[in-house]
Nanobody
Framework: QVQLVESGGGSVQAGGSLRLSCVVS????????MGWFRQAPGKEREFVAA????????YYADSVKGRATISRDNNKNTVDLQMDSLKPEDTAVYYC????????????????????WGQGTQVTASS
């Protein structure tokens, strides 16, 4: 069984920062491309950021480019998302995704058989 657990969410003022973390258990962490998605109430799931298996490639949604940094530590089996200069529109539940021997794509289906998801962590940025 592969499990993903997110943490680090919370409530901050606009302009503040949060660092989200996701820990993966069940298989070798380096076997997974990792990424983050988010979903606000009543809205569709939105891609945020992705990182390749060994951290050589990263990709960001335009909405967070310059404000978000994704990183991974293959010794700790974790992937982090540093969010700076948070805006009210960043408010959402953030989900960690792991794709076995693949890259997390922006249009990745939640039902993809080679992909695993965490339960999410709430991020709230208020003005």
């Amino acid at each position: 069984q592969v499990q993903l657990v997110e943490s680090g969410g919370g409530s901050v003022q606009a302009g503040g920062s949060l660092r989200l973390s996701c820990v993966v258990s069940g298989r070798a962490f380096s076997s997974y491309g990792m990424g983050w998605f988010r979903q606000a109430p009543g809205k569709e799931r939105e891609f945020v950021a992705a990182i390749s298996r060994f951290g050589s490639r990263t990709y960001y949604a335009d909405s967070v480019k310059g404000r978000a940094t994704i990183s991974r530590d293959n010794n700790k089996n974790t992937v982090d998302l540093q969010m700076d200069s948070l805006k009210p529109e960043d408010t959402a539940v953030y989900y960690c995704a792991a794709r076995y021997r693949g890259f997390v794509d922006a249009d990745l289906s939640v039902d993809s058989r080679d992909t695993y998801w965490g339960q999410g962590t709430q991020v709230t940025a208020s003005s």
